[in-house]
């Protein structure tokens, strides 16, 4: 099945940028959903942004909303996270995962089968 392997990560100043990268083993178009969740230590994975590339499908959570945005190069079998102003409340470890299609966008964890290993982004008080 696809690996993932996220990076990008890194500390940012509170209304700073950061570029998450998720680099998957194989291209990813027609098989699979793929989602940014992210988890803070003694919370639940929360979903972020999800996406299917063969319906050019968009799901954002509310929190992320004008902020976050997806893209995709399909040269290189890479999802992006753009996350733009961020804020201390999107301190968390970012995880990039894959749902086998069929697929949903919606944001529930337990639909996503494969994960990354995480980067972790922190946005100091």
């Known amino acids: 099945q696809v690996q993932l392997q996220e990076s990008g990560g890194g500390s940012v100043q509170s209304g700073g940028s950061l570029t998450l990268s998720c680099a998957a083993s194989e291209d990813t178009r027609s098989t699979y959903c793929m989602a940014w969740f992210r988890q803070v230590p003694g919370k639940e994975r929360e979903g972020v942004a999800a996406i299917s590339i063969i319906y050019d499908i968009t799901n954002y959570a509310d929190s992320v909303k004008g902020r976050f945005t997806l893209s995709r190069d399909n040269t290189q079998n890479t999802l992006y996270l753009r996350m733009v102003n961020l804020q201390p409340e999107d301190t968390a470890m970012y995880y990039c995962?894959?749902?086998?299609?069929?697929?949903?966008?919606?944001?529930?964890?337990?639909?996503?089968?494969?994960w990354g290993q995480g980067t972790q982004v922190t946005v100091p008080h």
């Open positions: 995962a894959a749902q086998s299609a069929p697929c949903t966008v919606g944001l529930d964890r337990s639909r996503f089968n494969i």
